[in-house]
Structures are given as structure tokens and as C-alpha cells.
Nanobody, 121 residues
Framework: QVQLVESGGGLVQPGGSLRLSCAAS????????MAWYRQAPGKERELVAG???????NYAESVKGRFTISRDNAKNTVYLQMNSLKPEDTAVYYC???????????????WGQGTQVTVSS
């Protein structure tokens, strides 16, 4: 069993900042990818940022230069620092991982429960 627990969402004014955290726990051998997705009302879920085990990152064009993803491999935790937030960043943010529970086992995807981020004055 693997659990992803997210924290850090909330209400912030335009131009403000928030930091999301997501900790993975359970039977984990290795984590290949940790990522953040978001889903706004009436829209499809989209990738916001991802980071692989060697530290390489990728970002959606809409958040480049404003959001930073990082990870602490020792803690199986991924962070999303969000600066210069805009109303269009309002969404439920989901943490996701691709990991192996055991050596030589399959790679499986896991999702967090989601955390609401609302950017409004």
C-alpha cells in the first residue's frame, strides 16, 4: 500500500505565494517520477510540473518562471513552490508518483487526494 498525503493549499490573493507538499509513504523501493497536476472546474486534469529521480524537471508553459518543483528523496516528498499566483491558477492540485514497491517489481502510478488552491482578491 502506498499513500500520498498533500498539504499547503488554501486561499491566496493574486500575486501571492503558496507551497504545496506531498509525502509518499508505505511500501516503496524507488520513486521514478514525482509530479503535480491540477484540475480546474469544467476542465481536464493537466500536468503542472514533474521531477524525476536525477532532479530533471519539466513545467507547463503557463507556470514556467513562477512555479518551482523540488523533491527530498530521503523523505519521499515533493514540493511545489508557487509564486506570482494568478486567478487562473485556481484548481485542485494533485500529487502523483510513478514508483516501484519492490526491487524488480512493476512501476505503478499513485495519486494524492488533492488540495484546493484558490487565488482571489
Amino acid at each position: 500500500q502506498v499513500q500520498l498525503v498533500e498539504s499547503g493549499g488554501g486561499l491566496v490573493q493574486p500575486g501571492g505565494s503558496l507551497r504545496l507538499s506531498c509525502a509518499a509513504s508505505g511500501t516503496i523501493f524507488s520513486i521514478n517520477v514525482m509530479a503535480w497536476y491540477r484540475q480546474a472546474p469544467g476542465k481536464e486534469r493537466e500536468l503542472v510540473a514533474g521531477i524525476i529521480s536525477d532532479g530533471n524537471t519539466n513545467y507547463a508553459e503557463s507556470v514556467k518562471g513562477r512555479f518551482t518543483i523540488s523533491r527530498d528523496n530521503a523523505k519521499n516528498t515533493v514540493y511545489l513552490q508557487m509564486n506570482s499566483l494568478k486567478p487562473e491558477d485556481t484548481a485542485v492540485y494533485y500529487c502523483a508518483t510513478l514508483l516501484r514497491a519492490t526491487r524488480g517489481g512493476p512501476t505503478t502510478r499513485h495519486w494524492g487526494q488533492g488540495t484546493q488552491v484558490t487565488v482571489s482578491s
